[in-house]
């Protein structure tokens, strides 16, 4: 039992030189006000037809650790894997180290299969090409709700927000 790894590729495409840096002192802000705002609406509206629940973890650097395996790591301190159909999915952005992975748990990994997996990862570097990554973001996301909806659908009489919809900022 447990979950299933999906694919972690190195984002060398991606451009985040329009996300600015601030001093060393002090926490660097990855997106601004009305970009967060993009993002958040973008999770909301992925769960909004679905019983799915969707993450987004943005950090500064992935410290020796695989891409994979931090975002594994992020999935289960945000206690991710206690959805009740098991149908999270996380998005997880290394900013200066220009990785990204998806993590998702066991129900909605079995069923969608790795091939799934492997195509949105690929299409998320596609989208991560262009200028502004909370868009990408956004886009990703939802995708991710629509493949959600179609394996989990929204059940009117029992669904709940189990998880918060804020973006989870690391260092």
Same mark, same amino acid.
């Given at each position: 039992?447990?979950?299933?790894?999906? @694919?972690?590729?190195?984002?060398?495409?991606?451009?985040?030189?329009?996300?600015?840096?601030?001093?060393?002192?002090?926490?660097?802000?990855?997106?601004?006000?009305?970009?967060?705002? *993009?993002? *958040?609406?973008?999770?909301?509206?992925?769960?909004r037809?679905?019983?799915?629940?969707?993450? *987004?973890?943005?950090?500064? $650097?992935?410290?020796?650790v695989?891409t994979?395996?931090?975002?594994?790591?992020?999935?289960?301190?945000?206690?991710?894997?206690?959805?009740?159909?098991?149908?999270a999915?996380?998005?997880?952005?290394? *900013?200066?180290?220009?990785?990204?992975?998806?993590?998702?748990?066991?129900?909605?990994?079995?069923?969608?299969?790795?091939?799934?997996?492997?195509? @949105?990862?690929?299409?998320?570097?596609?989208?991560?090409? $262009?200028?502004?990554?909370? @868009?990408?973001?956004?886009?990703?996301?939802?995708?991710?709700?629509?493949?959600?909806?179609?394996?989990?659908?929204?059940? $009117?009489?029992?669904?709940?927000?189990?998880?918060p919809?804020?973006?989870?900022?690391? $260092?």
């Amino acid at each position: 039992m447990g979950l299933r790894l999906q @694919a972690a590729v190195p984002a060398q495409k991606l451009n985040f030189k329009t996300l600015g840096i601030l001093s060393f002192f002090k926490k660097k802000a990855f997106f601004t006000a009305a970009q967060q705002e *993009v993002i *958040v609406n973008a999770i909301r509206e992925a769960e909004r037809t679905t019983s799915g629940e969707v993450r *987004v973890f943005v950090e500064s $650097k992935n410290y020796l650790v695989h891409t994979m395996d931090r975002a594994r790591e992020i999935f289960f301190q945000l206690k991710m894997q206690e959805t009740e159909h098991r149908n999270a999915v996380l998005l997880y952005v290394a *900013v200066q180290h220009r990785e990204l992975a998806l993590f998702a748990d066991e129900g909605i990994y079995q069923a969608t299969g790795a091939a799934y997996w492997d195509a @949105a990862v690929k299409d998320m570097i596609a989208r991560f090409t $262009k200028e502004d990554i909370s @868009a990408g973001i956004a886009r990703c996301v939802l995708q991710i709700g629509r493949t959600l909806q179609e394996k989990f659908p929204y059940e $009117k009489d029992t669904d709940r927000n189990e998880l918060p919809d804020e973006i989870v900022f690391g $260092k």
